[in-house]
Every structure is written in structure tokens, then in C-alpha cells.
């Protein structure tokens, strides 16, 4: 029973942290420091595959129709501007996808339960999310320009504390993106990334012995799914609405505790 | 005639009454938690649930490689041909399924 409960609230999680700009990885390590390595069961890799495949297919589930539409003439004349958003979410993946693959034993070391770290990119979460709510003239599209400096955005926000859809969606919003493209484009750019690094992960035969009960993993996987639907739909409309100051309080209120943490002890 | 007329306009005027009260309070809700709840139809639900079958299926699959005691390893059990090569395509070939039910009109 313990376990089912344990894999729902790892899927809330999942689903809440895949959408809402407050940094998983950031808030993770945080509970390291005040709980102890040892006090946290690192979920087992087909867990984490099942609850990322869960929010994977709540992003799709959310934007079924703009990837239908966008996916429609890839082949004809008329489907430029559909290639065209395509390459442009293929040119927004690369800096992730060298910075995960080039440098995976670097960005290991960061995860060190480095307080001052995690506080520091917490508050730059925080003053990014700030600086979106305030942004107008909010109206451009998304260019080759755009997407590299967003994709670079996702890439940086490998560093524990900076939360990847926040740091995609307020960079997009301050270089003018509509505020809603700015959310597609956030949560379509991630999709294929997803799916890349849970069929590396299930083919390089990088197994170890796993008892996971079938069932906790069916739990976790719908708890992550239904939030995700949620979570998206709400992001959406936050960033819409320009409502992200809240999570940008909530970051640098968590920031400074990390930092004061940091020098206290 | 004139008489005729008041009274026809009265009927009328209570007819329209009742009908739109009865349909904003109850067909309207019908009509749009139903526009809510019937996002996909029965075949994209079923092949939803193929493609979820699937992935679970896979996850199954791949649980296990325990070897029977601390002194013991056997890579045939850790890295067996259900664990590192029939459970991963699986588990693809579910979120193929669940992408195809998704888009599928």
C-alpha cells in the first residue's frame, strides 16, 4: 500500500514540476540537504521512464490539435510554414542535446547538494519569471534567432534550481514571442527530447535489478498523466494571463532559505 | 380582431419562456460536459488503451534480473534477451500505438 502511495505522489510530482516553473531538479536536491541521501529512494529508471512517458503524452493529449495542424502539407508546397516551425523546434533541441550528451559527467558533479548553487538559480528562475509577467509588446513569432537563444535557455536549465519551462517560456516572452507561442513552443520543444533520452535510456542495456510492482507503476503513471493535463492547461493559462509572479515569489522565497542555509551551516 | 391578436402574443410570450429555461439549465450543461467528455471516440479510447496495454506489458517485461544470492552473477539473468531487448521495443511500440490513437481521426 506504502508503495502505491509513494508512486502517486512521485507521479503528482512529475506531473506538477513537468509544467509549473518552480524547478524539480532544484527542489530535489534541497530535500537532500534536509533529509539526508538516505532518507530518499531514488526511483528506479523504469519508474522514471513510465512518469515521463506519462507527461510526454499529456503535453501531446494538450496540443493535439496545434501538432495536428502543424504536422498537416509537410511534404507540399504549401506546408512551408509548418516545416519551418518543425526546424525550428529541431534547431531549439540542439544546445540540449550536445550539452546532455557532450557533458553528462560535468552536469553529474553540479548535482552535489550545492545550496548556494540551487539558491543562486533559483532566484534567476525568479527574476526571469518576474521579468516575463512584465514583458509587452508580446507579438513576434519564433525565428531561427529565437530559437537558438530558447534553446540555449533549456540547455542551461540543466543547472539544478532553474526550471525549464521557466526558463524557456520567459526568454521566449522577453524576446517579444506572443505569450501563448511561447508555452507551445516550451512544451513541443521538450516532447522529442523526452522520447530521445527514454529510448536511449531503455536500449543501452543500462539495467540493474528492478522489483517494481506493476501496479505502482500503473499508479504513478496515471497520477503523472491527469496532473500533467492539468498542469499544462493551467501553465497555459498563467503565462496568458501574466500570473507567473507567483511562482516567481514562491522561487526566490525558496532561493533565499537555500542560501541562507548555505552560510548558516 | 384586436382581442385576437393580445392573445396570441401572450401564448406566445409564455411558450418562449418555459422552452428557454428548460434548455439552459439542463440541455445546456448535457450539452456541454459531453462536448468535454467525448474528446476522442470509442476507437481512439480503445486503441489508447492497446497502446497503454503495451507499455505496461513492457514494464512488466523488464522487471526482475535479481540474482538469487549475493555471491552469485549471471549476466544472462540481468542482461537477458526479455529484459534489454523484447521489453524496450515493447514499450516503444506502446507509445507508437498511443501517438497513432491520439492523432487518429
Known amino acids: 500500500m506504502f508503495e502505491l502511495i509513494e508512486a502517486i505522489i512521485l507521479g503528482v510530482i512529475q506531473g506538477l514540476t513537468e509544467f509549473l516553473p518552480v524547478s524539480s531538479s532544484g527542489h530535489l536536491e534541497i530535500a537532500k540537504v534536509l533529509l539526508g541521501d538516505d532518507s530518499l529512494n531514488e526511483e528506479s529508471m523504469l519508474m522514471t521512464v513510465s512518469l515521463h512517458a506519462a507527461t510526454a503524452l499529456s503535453t501531446i493529449i494538450v496540443f493535439r490539435h496545434d501538432i495536428k495542424d502543424l504536422s498537416k502539407h509537410l511534404i507540399r508546397p504549401e506546408g512551408k510554414t509548418n516545416r519551418s516551425f518543425w526546424m525550428l523546434i529541431v534547431i531549439s533541441m540542439i544546445p540540449a542535446v550536445i550539452i546532455g550528451l557532450g557533458f553528462e559527467s560535468q552536469i553529474e558533479q553540479l548535482f552535489s547538494r550545492n545550496m548556494l548553487l540551487v539558491g543562486s538559480m533559483l532566484l534567476l528562475t525568479a527574476i526571469l519569471l518576474y521579468f516575463a509577467d512584465m514583458a509587452k509588446n508580446t507579438v513576434k513569432k519564433v525565428g531561427v534567432k529565437e530559437a537558438i537563444i530558447i534553446g540555449l535557455a533549456q540547455a542551461i536549465a540543466i543547472l539544478p534550481g532553474i526550471s525549464r519551462s521557466g526558463a524557456t517560456i520567459s526568454s521566449s516572452v522577453l524576446l517579444g514571442i506572443d505569450r501563448e507561442a511561447s508555452a507551445r513552443f516550451s512544451f513541443l520543444m521538450v516532447i522529442p527530447l523526452i522520447f530521445g533520452k527514454m529510448a536511449k535510456d531503455l536500449l543501452d542495456g543500462s539495467f540493474s535489478n528492478y522489483d517494481e510492482s506493476i501496479l505502482a507503476l500503473i499508479c504513478g503513471f496515471i497520477a503523472a498523466f491527469v496532473t500533467g493535463i492539468l498542469a499544462c492547461k493551467l501553465m497555459i493559462r498563467l503565462v496568458k494571463s501574466s500570473q507567473l509572479k507567483y511562482f516567481s515569489w514562491y522561487c526566490s522565497l525558496i532561493g533565499i532559505i537555500a542560501i541562507i542555509y548555505h552560510f548558516a551551516s | ?105
Open chain 2, 1 to 105: 380582431m384586436a382581442n385576437k391578436k393580445k392573445k396570441v402574443v401572450v401564448t406566445a410570450s409564455k411558450e418562449k419562456k418555459t422552452v428557454k429555461a428548460t434548455v439552459s439549465k439542463s440541455q445546456r450543461i448535457d450539452q456541454s460536459s459531453n462536448q468535454r467528455v467525448l474528446v476522442f471516440n470509442k476507437s481512439n479510447y480503445l486503441l489508447m488503451l492497446a497502446g497503454l496495454a503495451l507499455i505496461f506489458l513492457g514494464l512488466l517485461l523488464m522487471t526482475g534480473g535479481k540474482m538469487p544470492s549475493p555471491d552469485v552473477w549471471d549476466d544472462n539473468i540481468i542482461y537477458s534477451t526479455r529484459r534489454t531487448l523484447i521489453a524496450p521495443i515493447l514499450i516503444l511500440a506502446g507509445l507508437a500505438v498511443e501517438f497513432f490513437a491520439i492523432f487518429r481521426k
